[in-house]
């Protein structure tokens, strides 16, 4: 595991060698305002003091709506697939450990998919470890933390003038090996500055209640909590869309004079057309069912065939619900 | 390189066979365009495939043929959303898409040896013909016990494979008991819901197997008469329906608790399917 480290000043640097090998994202501000993972050159400096992007980037693996086939002439064929590296700087330690959750689906799970697996391929996902968590951020309750970048090839620790990186795959040794003569090796200090800041910002992350969240929640399947903690669900989807480990999607066609797509489209549980049967029949027919399969599939069902939680913690779903339901208040609920 | 999940199999329908007076039950024959594809397609009863339109979208059908009945598969549609919509107005010769086969069969290595009683309502007998196919096929006969067959619709002519039904009655290594809920003029067989003809042909549950597919309300009473009977929970075999997409166990609609009907099922014992939530 090779660690090094790159003064600040020079990031820029870094990142336009990485330019020189496929598309670089680094954090930045969309049309909007909103933090993102923006296409490089941004035309502003690359921040690094940020809490985390708006959106997941699940999209870069998962996006909202990608082509399955292609119709021409009433044939379906595969859709040819970008062969252009990525490189994404700057996804939170919560975000990359998401994309081992979407592995255990995508990849680990015959048969595997293979668009996923194309894009997982094609991409380089440098992690940076978080200094700042927000109030809804509870990595550390759901099996990651502030500095465990499970799921990225590299990880970056920002230090006082330096950015310490630490491969954690092949592809992650491969990148520091290409722009060696950018880095300097670290010094004991260095690695001792970086576990003090990640020590930091653990302890400013107050933890849920997660533990035997699979067995609690079994035995909460008739809890009337359901009912009540689903009363205030608007069925709008923002958590599932928002959320890097939910990945439930929907296959439509598009076709227009023989010629057309197969496309999947993210979809969600809350919806309550997401089950229904072509007969009429609904077996979730109501928000408490939608509410607590969504609950269930990442604190149980999930733990029942992956052996981790569907959550990651990022806390997107608690800051963007428009009717504010917090997913830690059920949990603790539940406790009985 | 495998094959692309998403990528249906070429297919033409080659024969449309009408099942009812209403018309909207059809069984369509599907042959392979290539036969390397047909070869590939190696698929057992209680197995089901993601039949293809495009621009239309897909949907997922039980297989109604068996494997024994090589160069062509069996689909029986009732006419009832948007893709059997159009599924049901394609006519000989069309080209349609075929993924699969998809999920878990019937489970045939334990129904070896084993009296089996099929128990089949409307629509859904669809597998359950092709199980009987299979089992009837002169290679496999002999590697199962005696086979006794209960099979319900609303109506006489509801039924489908009626021509195959007589067929069966004829032999004398299946019995076929038909039933129906509103007799007709020239119908002389049971009437009655399935359960009734169950509780009176009273079979016995020892060395014995019970395959059951239908509308829910009839699997709810079929499971009273079958436990009544002595069945045990993992002597009674289930084949669940359910909205898919992907038909793979990524799309996350069709699972029951932690199981995914596309893939861990859509065949059940009643032991396994007492051990997840009632949501389907």
Known sequence: ?336 | MARNPYLPYPTRIEEVTVENGARDIKTFRLAFEDPAHAAEFRHLPGQFAELSIPGVGEAPFGIASSPTETGYLLFSVKRTGLFTNELHSLEPGAPIGARGPMGKPFPWERMEGKNLLIIGGGFAFTTLRAAIKYILDPANRARFGSLLVIYGARTPDELMYKNELAEWQARGDIQVHLTVDVADKPWTQHVGVVTRVLDELNPSAAGTLAIACGPPIMIKFTLLSLGKLGFLDDAVILSLEMRMKCGIGKCGRCNIGSRYVCKDGPVFTREELKALPAEY
Not at chain 1, 17 to 42: I, N, Q
Not at chain 1, 108 to 113: G, W
Not at chain 1, 294 to 318: T, W
């Open chain 1, 1 to 336: 595991m090779t660690e090094k480290k790159i003064p600040i000043a020079s990031l820029d640097k870094f990142l336009a060698r990485l330019a020189e090998r496929g598309t670089v994202y680094a954090p930045g501000k969309d049309a909007s305002g909103d933090l993102a993972l923006m296409a490089m050159p941004l035309g502003e400096p690359v921040l690094l003091d940020y809490g985390n992007f708006t959106l997941s980037p699940k999209a870069f693996f998962l996006p909202q709506t990608q082509t399955l086939l292609c119709f021409r002439d009433g044939k379906a064929q595969e859709p040819p697939l970008p062969e252009q590296a990525a490189f994404l700087f700057g996804v939170r330690p919560c975000d990359a450990a998401a994309l081992r959750a979407l592995d255990k689906v995508f990849l680990d799970s015959e048969p595997p998919d293979p668009y996923y697996a194309h894009s997982r391929a094609r991409t380089t996902v440098i992690a940076l470890a978080c200094t700042q968590p927000m109030p809804s951020c509870f990595c550390t309750s759901v099996g990651g933390g502030p500095g465990d970048a499970a799921g990225a090839d590299v990880l970056a620790m920002c230090l006082e003038a330096d950015l310490l990186m630490r491969a954690q795959t092949p592809k992650g040794e491969e990148l520091l090996a290409s722009v060696a003569d950018l880095l300097a090796e670290p010094t004991p200090q260095d690695a001792q500055a970086a576990e003090e800041r990640i020590r930091a910002a653990e302890d400013q992350i107050a933890p849920v209640w997660t533990a035997d969240s699979a067995q609690r929640l079994r035995d909460a399947y008739d809890s009337p909590l359901w009912a009540a903690a689903s009363q205030k669900c608007l069925g709008c989807g923002t958590c599932s869309f928002l959320c890097p480990t939910c990945h439930c999607f929907d296959i439509t066609d598009e076709l227009r004079n023989g010629t057309g797509r197969r496309v999947r489209t993210w979809d969600c549980c809350a919806y309550p057309l997401f089950t229904l049967h072509a007969s009429g029949h609904n077996p979730r027919p109501t928000p408490k069912e939608r509410w607590r399969q969504r609950l269930m599939h990442k604190f149980r069902y999930a733990l029942e065939n992956h052996d981790r939680f569907f959550c990651v913690g990022c806390g997107r779903c608690i800051r963007s619900c428009p009717a504010s339901m917090d997913l830690r208040t059920v949990l603790k609920e539940i406790g009985g």
